[in-house]
Nanobody, 119 residues
Framework: VQLQASGGGLVQAGGSLRLSCAASGTIFSSYAFDWFRQAPEKERERVATITWRSAKKSYADSVKGRFTISRDAAENTVFLQMNSLKPEDTAVYFC?????????????WGQGTLVTVSS
């Protein structure tokens, strides 16, 4: 499976953006999709996860209540709706897929999309 991330940009603090991760190839129902982010000189952080079959979701504490992950099975796309953005959300955001929710290695990564939040 190949992933194509898009939707990043420049937004003011308090604003919103929606990231998309389009998947091509075979998506098995057991798959889990993640959004990660990496800011300069910081470790990569997994911010949200969704399972393909049941749309089970999980979030990092840093984004709970502000970010929403979703998926459109018809379009083979995973979204990350980001609201109430803060300057500390500035990072390159990546989508990735693994074989199931409990897997610890990833099958594929999308290219990053840059999100910049100005204060």
């Amino acid at each position: 499976v190949q992933l194509q991330a898009s939707g990043g940009g420049l937004v003011q603090a308090g604003g919103s953006l929606r990231l998309s991760c389009a998947a091509s190839g075979t998506i098995f129902s057991s798959y889990a999709f993640d959004w990660f982010r990496q800011a300069p000189e910081k470790e990569r952080e997994r911010v949200a996860t969704i399972t393909w079959r049941s749309a089970k979701k999980s979030y990092a504490d840093s984004v709970k209540g502000r970010f929403t992950i979703s998926r459109d099975a018809a379009e083979n796309t995973v979204f990350l709706q980001m609201n109430s953005l803060k300057p500390e959300d500035t990072a390159v955001y990546f989508c990735a897929v693994r074989s199931d929710f409990y897997a610890q290695d990833w099958i594929s990564w999308g290219q990053g999309t840059l999100v910049t939040v100005s204060s």
